[in-house]
């Protein structure tokens, strides 16, 4: 995944971590207690100065009550393994 394409899915996720957050009504320094960061870790996270670790992506998403679902791009990838007979 490019630095583009990763800013990408990170400008559409995040702020519904922020908004999930706060319906919860939980602050920042709460969440890093609860996810066992350390201290403003996910204020940074939510302005973008520090990326979370794919675990610890999984761990916020988790401690905000939330799935992370998975679903295919629109456009469908040609298998290398697909029949032309």
Same mark, same amino acid.
């Given at each position: 995944m490019s630095n583009k394409q990763l800013g990408i899915f990170f400008d559409s $996720?995040?702020?519904?971590? =922020?908004?999930? %957050? !706060?319906?919860? *009504?939980?602050?920042?320094?709460?969440?890093?207690?609860?996810?066992?960061?350390?201290?403003?870790? $996910?204020?940074?996270?939510? =302005?973008?100065? %520090? !990326?979370?670790? *794919?675990?610890?992506?999984?761990?916020w998403a988790n401690a905000l009550e939330c799935h992370i679902k998975i679903k295919p791009k629109k456009t469908e990838l040609k298998s290398e393994h697909t029949s032309t007979h």
């Open positions: $996720v995040i702020p519904q971590f =922020v908004e999930r %957050r !706060k319906n919860l *009504g939980l602050s920042q320094s709460r969440l890093d207690e609860m996810i066992g960061c350390a201290r403003g870790l $996910v204020s940074k996270w939510e =302005v973008g100065i %520090r !990326k979370p670790s *794919g675990f610890l992506f999984c761990c």
